[in-house]
């Protein structure tokens, strides 16, 4: 059993598509381990993207990531972390397979409607940060 991180991005919150994603996850039959609704600030959005600190994009991302409520989840099976990056497809939505959350869903190489770890590591770091602290 592996557990990789997705997050139901705030462009994809907007659009009133939460229910369709998770409907897509428990169709892959992946498992739901934890799930919560938060409002990233923008000092956390550049915590959560700090690998990403030095690329010409991070400012827009983090303000993007912060602009409004995400769905953070755990999502567990056998190869979470490579299937969920299937299920989401490559990071730009014009690139993205049919058939993947971001062709279906994404608007652009930033606003991807959904995030997923890519490492058993990275998994690990992520799942901390949103799962550590006490609600
Ligand atoms: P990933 O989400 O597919 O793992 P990363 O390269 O880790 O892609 O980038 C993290 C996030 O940063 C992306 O999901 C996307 O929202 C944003 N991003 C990545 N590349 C660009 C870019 O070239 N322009 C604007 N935003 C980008
Ligand atoms: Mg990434």
Known sequence: MEQTLAIIKPDAVK????????????????????????????EEAREFYTVHKDKHFY???????????????????????????????????????PGTLRHQYGFSVERNAVHGSDSPSTAQWEINFFYKKQE
Do not use: C, N, Y
């Not at 598509?17 to 990233?40: A, P, S, V, Y």
């Not at 983090?62 to 409520?69: C, E, I, L, N, V």
């Not at 299937?83 to 397979?97: F, H, L």
């Open 59 to 97: 400012e827009s991302l983090t303000d993007f990531m912060s602009s409004g409520k995400i769905v953070v989840m755990v999502l567990e099976g056998e190869k979470a972390i490579s299937q969920w990056r299937e299920v989401m497809g490559s990071t730009d939505p014009a690139i993205a397979k």
């Open 15 to 42: 659009k009133r598509i939460i229910g369709k994603i998770i409907q897509r996850i428990e169709d892959e039959g992946f498992t739901i381990g934890g799930l919560k609704m938060l409002h990233l600030s923008k």
